[in-house]
C-alpha cells in the first residue's frame, strides 16, 4: 500500500498550484482521504479532507475558501488545489488515508493509517 504525492514546487504569493496524491495497492473507494502539511518547527497539520462515502470536505480556517480537495476514482488519484498561495503556506505537503469509516474533520485532526511520501511546496517571491 503506497500513497504518493506529487507536484510541489516554487510558486510565489498570489499564485496557484495543484498537488497529485496517486495510490497503488489500494482503492481509495472508501473510508477518507485527505492532505497534511508540516512546516519546518511545527507539528503536521490537516488542510484537506474529504469523506469517501459522504463526499463531505473539511478545511480548516487558514485555507477554506483556497483550498480545494477533488478525487477521481477512475484514476485512484485524489488532488490538492492551492489557489491565492501565501508565503505561510510553505511546508511539505503529504497525503494520507483511513479505510475505516471515518468524517473528513476526523481524518484532518490526526494522522490516517496511510501515509504517503511528502511533496515541497514553497510560497516565495
Known amino acids: 500500500v503506497q500513497l504518493q504525492a506529487s507536484g510541489g514546487g516554487l510558486v510565489q504569493p498570489g499564485g496557484s498550484l495543484t498537488l497529485s496524491c496517486t495510490a497503488s495497492?489500494?482503492?481509495?473507494?472508501?473510508?477518507?482521504i485527505g492532505w497534511f502539511r508540516q512546516a519546518p518547527g511545527k507539528d503536521p497539520e490537516g488542510v484537506s479532507c474529504?469523506?469517501?462515502?459522504?463526499?463531505?470536505?473539511y478545511h480548516p480556517d487558514p485555507v477554506k475558501g483556497r483550498f480545494t480537495i477533488s478525487r477521481d476514482a477512475s484514476k485512484n488519484t485524489a488532488y490538492l488545489r492551492m489557489e491565492n498561495l501565501r508565503p505561510e503556506d510553505t511546508a511539505v505537503y503529504y497525503c494520507g488515508a483511513d479505510l475505516a469509516h471515518t468524517s473528513s474533520y476526523a481524518l484532518c485532526q490526526r494522522r490516517p493509517a496511510i501515509w504517503g511520501q511528502g511533496t515541497q511546496v514553497t510560497v516565495s517571491s
Open positions: 495497492g489500494v482503492t481509495l473507494d472508501f473510508g477518507a
Open positions: 474529504l469523506s469517501l462515502w459522504n463526499g463531505i470536505t
